[in-house]
T-cell receptor, first 115, second 113 residues
Framework: DVKVTQSSRYLVKRTGEKVFLECVQD?????MFWYRQDPGLGLRLIYF???????EKGDIPEGYSVSREKKERFSLILESASTNQTSMYLC??????????????FGPGTRLTVT | AQSVTQPDIHITVSEGASLELRCNYS??????LFWYVQSPGQGLQLLLK??????LVQGIKGFEAEFKRSQSSFNLRKPSVHWSDAAEYFC???????????FGTGTRLQVFP
C-alpha cells in the first residue's frame, strides 16, 4: 500500500515562528502536493512539486514556501507563522497524470494552531 | 474558470436509507473525476474515479457514481447507508494535461440509527 506520512498530527506554534511541516511518501511518486483544508472552503492547493527541486505555486502560496531535496520528501515552510495560517494541512503524492493508475494519495494531516 | 460544485453542505440520512451526493463541474472539456471520503481526523481516501468509458463507476465500500455529460454531473450513490459512512465527502476534478486537482467544498454526511 502507498503510504504518505506527515511528521506531526497536531502542532501549536506562536505568531512569528518559522514552522516546518514534513511529508514523506514511500511509492516513488513524481508528484507531491501541499493542501490547506478549512471548513466551507474544501481543499486548496498551496504548492506542488513534480520533481526533485521543482515546484509550482498553487492557488494560495502567499506566506508559504516549499522544499524538495529528495524525491520522497516534501516540506512546507511557514516563514513567519500568523494566526490566519491556523488550519489543517494535508500532503499528497501521485504518479504523473499520464499514468493509467493516476490518483492522489493523502497523508493523515497536520492540524496547526498558531497563537 | 474551472470549478467543482457540491451544492449540499450537510446531509442527514437514516441508516439503511439510500444516498445521493451531488457534484457538478465546470470545465472546457470533460475532466477526470474523483470522489474522496474523509473520516473524522483522517486524511482523504479515494472512493472511485472516472477517466473515460462506462459512465457508471463502481468504487469501494459499496459506492458508485454516474457521469452525465449533458448535466456536467458526477453524483455519488449508495443504496443502503451504514453508520460507518458518516464522514465528509469531496468531489474533485482535473484535466488530462495537469496534475492538479480542483476540489469541491465537501458534503458532510450524518447517519442516524
Amino acid at each position: 500500500d502507498v503510504k504518505v506520512t506527515q511528521s506531526s498530527r497536531y502542532l501549536v506554534k506562536r505568531t512569528g515562528e518559522k514552522v516546518f511541516l514534513e511529508c514523506v511518501q514511500d511509492m516513488d511518486h513524481e508528484n507531491m502536493f501541499w493542501y490547506r483544508q478549512d471548513p466551507g472552503l474544501g481543499l486548496r492547493l498551496i504548492y506542488f512539486s513534480y520533481d526533485v527541486k521543482m515546484k509550482e505555486k498553487g492557488d494560495i502560496p502567499e506566506g508559504y514556501s516549499v522544499s524538495r531535496e529528495k524525491k520522497e520528501r516534501f516540506s512546507l515552510i511557514l516563514e513567519s507563522a500568523s494566526t490566519n495560517q491556523t488550519s489543517m494541512y494535508l500532503c499528497a503524492s501521485s504518479l504523473s497524470v499520464a499514468s493509467s493508475s493516476y490518483e492522489q494519495y493523502f497523508g493523515p494531516g497536520t492540524r496547526l494552531t498558531v497563537t | 474558470a474551472q470549478s467543482v460544485t457540491q451544492p449540499d453542505i450537510h446531509i442527514t440520512v437514516s441508516e439503511g436509507a439510500s444516498l445521493e451526493l451531488r457534484c457538478n463541474y465546470s470545465y472546457g472539456a470533460t475532466p477526470y473525476l474523483f470522489w474522496y471520503v474523509q473520516s473524522p481526523g483522517q486524511g482523504l481516501q479515494l472512493l472511485l474515479k472516472y477517466f473515460s468509458g462506462d459512465t457508471l463507476v463502481q468504487g469501494i465500500k459499496g459506492f458508485e457514481a454516474e457521469f452525465k455529460r449533458s448535466q456536467s454531473s458526477f453524483n455519488l450513490r449508495k443504496p443502503s447507508v451504514h453508520w460507518s459512512d458518516a464522514a465528509e465527502y469531496f468531489c474533485a476534478a482535473q484535466t488530462y494535461n495537469t496534475d492538479k486537482l480542483i476540489f469541491g467544498t465537501g458534503t458532510r454526511l450524518q447517519v442516524f440509527p
